[in-house]
């Protein structure tokens, strides 16, 4: 089997696993966005892009420190595993101490508009402390579990937890209601202690989904021994905490401008300008899927393979049909965004779509840099990662910190693609200087290119015209397959 055929063949089976789990969760979507409006939906999008930037902290980039050191220490597997705990264990009781008793304080810090008191923050900052944990504790045995090419079980895991937190939201947001309001058995019982409307039964299912997970990982986690190699774990902290920064950065850039926008916006507006964006970004869930399937195969391939003779040219084919497939759905989704706007079940929410195409391309231009970034973490140069994040993190906040007041979510839109854009280009240019790849850069630009302008054709001067959008994505797959069709044919006819 070719090493191309056997990367596919590896992403596919984190693909499917991640499409089931993202396809169960896009349920909630249009659950939320029926259930509460903008307003209301602003508060459980603020919680998780609050939530998304802690995560990155306290996972201290070990995931990848993990692979990293599974490919150097082969033959010390377990204590790498140790280490890489233990380190996320005591960051986590490190925030805890640093935030459990200051919960007041937080609330007043990150509560937007004035539709929620001061006390249910408080409640839903507790709430999401322990997402946040439960979460972090689970991160290294997930992990082990790719390291170890079970992606079944990992796969299982992570499906019971979305099932889990699915089912609790329709429980709480459909089923209880539609009880008490038809006076079924149990109505009484149900009215003295559910309220109705209350957004915070939303984190309520995530904890409880996230304990589960941890449970159904205890086999992993008894795994664990405490032994600790001291040498060992100083150089690993050393490669980690520039990818923890660069992880942090990115999640930055992919939820600060929805705190920024709470924040800079009037009271009166900040609310559902916030609900609005948060709801229309959804639609771009597509590519972020897409780019998540691909870092999970990613990873613990490009790592695995570092070492192979011909390991630039597989990254360089990699590359290719990446910005291939990336630029297709990009164009697909454009297409077809008259019928994937009912994904927001609103018409409130659908001002917003205009979002969408820079949002789109942001991801491509993200998943291009993911695909890059390689360069830096086998090479041991994490600390470009640090910088690269970095300066797309100050790109984001500036901007956003300008723009926000005069343009609002718009501005957001823009500025997310313009950093993940930045960012794609310094890594190019930096590992081509440090770890050259030969990556076939002017065709990977020249699909870029085209696909951008199908995308402003089919939005814009066709206005979102289905049949006409189609059309043109029909042309550019064609195009593609006639132009990879050697490479192709020799990708599969191999053994």
Partial sequence: MSTAKKFAGQTAIYGVTTIVQRLLGALLTPLYTKAYNPNVYSIFSTMFSYASVLQAVLSFGMETTFFRYLNKFPDNKRQVYNNSFWAVFMVTVVFLILTVPFTHTIAGLIKIGKGTSQGEFELYIRYFLGILVLDAWCAIPFAKLRADSRPIKYGSIKLINIVVTVSLNLIFIWIIPYIIKHHMPGAEWCRQWFTMGWVGYIFVSNLVASFITLLLLLPELLKLQLSFDGVMFKNMLTYSWPVMIAGLSYIVNENFDKILLGKLLPDNISEREVGIYSGCARISVFLSL??????????????????????????????????????????????????????????????????????????????????????????????????????????????????????????????????????????????????????????????????????????????????????????????AFFAERKQLKAIFSKR
């Fill in 290 to 479: 897409f780019n998540q399937a691909f870092r999970m195969g990613a990873e613990p391939f490009f790592f695995s393979h570092a070492k192979n003779k011909n390991a630039g040219q597989t990254y360089s084919r990699i590359m290719d049909y990446f910005v291939i497939t990336m630029c297709l759905m990009f164009v697909g989704v454009v297409a077809n965004i008259q019928i994937l706007k009912h994904y927001v079940n609103n018409h409130d929410y659908w001002v917003g779509l205009p979002v969408v195409p820079p949002l789109l391309l942001g991801y491509v231009s993200l998943g291009i840099y993911t695909n890059l970034s390689i360069w830096y973490k086998l090479s041991d140069q994490t600390k470009y990662g640090l910088y690269i994040s970095g300066i797309g993190a100050i790109v984001t906040i500036v901007l956003n910190v300008i723009f926000i007041p005069k343009y609002s979510y718009m501005a957001s839109a823009w500025i997310s693609l313009i950093a993940y854009a930045s960012m794609m280009i310094m890594s190019y240019i930096w590992g081509q200087k440090h770890y050259p790849i030969p990556y076939n850069l002017k065709k990977n630009v020249i699909y870029i290119v085209s696909s951008i302008i199908l995308v402003y054709l089919s939005f814009s001067t066709f206005k979102r015209n289905i049949f006409v959008g189609n059309l043109l994505l029909l042309l550019f797959a064609g195009a």
